[in-house]
């Protein structure tokens, strides 16, 4: 009997917690529509949950076969979690005093997104660092949208809302299309600075993990809503252009689905950056409130902007964690009268 249980703790149980190691790595890779729930659950998850097991394994058996199934799974957890990366970052910056070497000659463009949940108390603690762009779900009223803005930008502000959206920022308004479902609000603006910015605010019911994602019925729902999802993006993008010196476009706002999901493909085939996974510090994820594990709340920028930094805030008051960007954008040549 005591044979018997090491043979299966020595060589039976790792070889089937490094099966799923592979299948989950192939998943996340491949991203299938199919393997919708399997993909929503974070790497840092599954690995932690595999090296947990396969260190039992080990305990126990004391091979080095389970030993290397869980020093696989702690490096994988690490090296291609975004969460690991982020909070690396942020350590780094805290040993290592670095030099700004930003150019000279580009200014810098503050970027917010806040779930408000119609709480004014929420909006207002988003607007403390005054941002040139927020991008509101959950819009409070409207006087409360003008009063906050009229705080921050005084005569240079726009106030936009849609719905349940809104979008606060420091310029003009030169356009305006709001989709009919109020999933997405777009404002085309002019910038203090003579840049343009094409920016889109959106709210999506998107797919995130659930308790009964197992069960067909729901794995069939989850499955279309994610398609559902992608489409929605992709039509949102338009055909305005992103490339111009002088035309910018942000993205951002709630997803409903965690980072690495396959709905930001038509974000990534138009060459936008996630603001977060390139320059994102310290712990990223934004739902739940209390404790997040999924970076449902993103900004996305036109390669014309080039982030610089993007943090998580708290904010009690709010549905979600605030998601802050910061982004330098090109000096605009004014034209000479």
């Not at 970076?295 to 902007?305: E, G, K």
Request: net charge positive; charged share 20%; hydrophobic share 45%.
């Amino acid at each position: 009997m005591r044979r018997k249980s090491y043979k299966f703790f020595a060589f039976v149980f790792p070889s089937i917690l490094l099966l799923i190691f592979l299948f989950i790595d192939i998943c996340m890779l491949n991203r299938w529509d199919s393997m919708v729930p399997i993909t929503l659950i974070p790497l840092w998850i599954w690995m932690g949950f595999l090296s947990i097991f396969s260190l039992f394994s080990w305990i126990l058996s004391r091979h080095i076969f389970p030993g290397i199934v869980f020093t696989l799974c702690l490096l994988t957890a690490v090296v291609f979690s975004e969460e690991s990366r982020s909070v690396g970052r942020e350590l780094l910056r805290s040993v290592v005093h670095k030099r700004d070497h930003s150019d000279k000659k580009t200014a810098s463009l503050q970027i917010v997104s806040v779930r408000c949940h119609g709480s004014e108390a929420a909006l207002q603690a988003a607007a403390e660092a005054a941002p040139d762009v927020i991008l509101i779900q959950g819009a409070p009223s409207k006087s409360v949208l003008d009063s906050v803005a009229e705080r921050i930008y005084g005569s240079e502000r726009t106030v936009t809302s849609h719905g349940s959206l809104a979008i606060l920022a420091r310029g003009s308004t030169l356009a305006v299309i709001a989709s009919p479902s109020g999933r997405a609000l777009h404002v085309r603006l002019r910038h203090p600075s003579g840049l343009i910015l094409d920016v889109t605010d959106l709210d999506l019911e998107g797919c995130a993990p659930r308790r009964d994602m197992w069960k067909p019925s729901v794995w069939r729902e989850l499955t279309a809503a994610r398609v559902g999802g992608r489409r929605f993006v992709r039509n949102a993008l338009g055909e305005n252009p992103i490339m111009r010196q002088d035309v910018a476009r942000v993205v951002g706002g709630h997803f409903g689905t965690p980072a690495g999901d396959d709905v930001f493909g038509p974000l990534e085939n138009n060459s936008m950056i996630d603001t977060f996974g390139y320059a994102g510090i310290g712990w990223g994820d934004t739902s739940p409130n209390r404790f997040p594990f999924l970076r449902t709340d993103q900004i996305w920028v036109s390669p014309t902007l080039h982030p610089i930094q993007s943090t998580c805030r708290l904010n009690p008051s709010a549905q979600a964690r605030v998601i802050a960007s910061e982004v330098q954008i090109p000096m605009i040549r004014r034209p000479t009268s």
